[in-house]
């Protein structure tokens, strides 16, 4: 079974500085992407920033205020979020493409359970 627990998120002053760390654990055979996902009330999920296939993405509106990072012996991305706006105001979901132990035939996508992540003065 694998796992993605999330952790850094909060409430923050317009301006300010977060940084979100997701650990995946378990029954890994090979990480082929991992990366961050958000949903605000009454909108859709979108990708905020991710790693894939070598590359680094990034949403428009993120581009030059957040960083993502990764630490590969740890099975571990963080987020680190600066200039904080209030349309920050989100879940932070953890997203990782995983060919697991128990079947390296395909890869399958699993989910953080969310962190809150609040921008307000």
């Known amino acids: 079974q694998v796992q993605l627990v999330e952790s850094g998120g909060g409430l923050v002053q317009p301006g300010g500085s977060l940084r979100l760390s997701c650990a995946a654990s378990?029954?890994?055979?090979?990480?082929?992407?991992m990366g961050w996902y958000r949903q605000a009330p009454g909108k859709q999920r979108e990708l905020v920033a991710a790693?894939?296939?070598?590359?680094?993405n990034y949403a428009g509106s993120v581009k030059g205020r957040f960083s993502i990072s990764r630490d590969n012996a740890k099975n571990t991305v963080y987020l680190q979020m600066d200039s904080l706006k209030p349309e920050d105001t989100a879940v932070y979901y953890c997203?990782?493409?995983?060919?697991?132990?128990?079947?390296?035939?395909?890869?399958?996508?699993?989910w953080g359970q969310g962190t809150q992540v609040t921008v307000s003065s």
């Open positions: 378990g029954s890994i055979f090979s990480i082929v992407a």
């Open positions: 997203n990782a493409r995983i060919i697991p132990s128990s079947d390296i035939r395909s890869a399958r996508d699993y």
């Open positions: 790693f894939s296939g070598g590359h680094t």
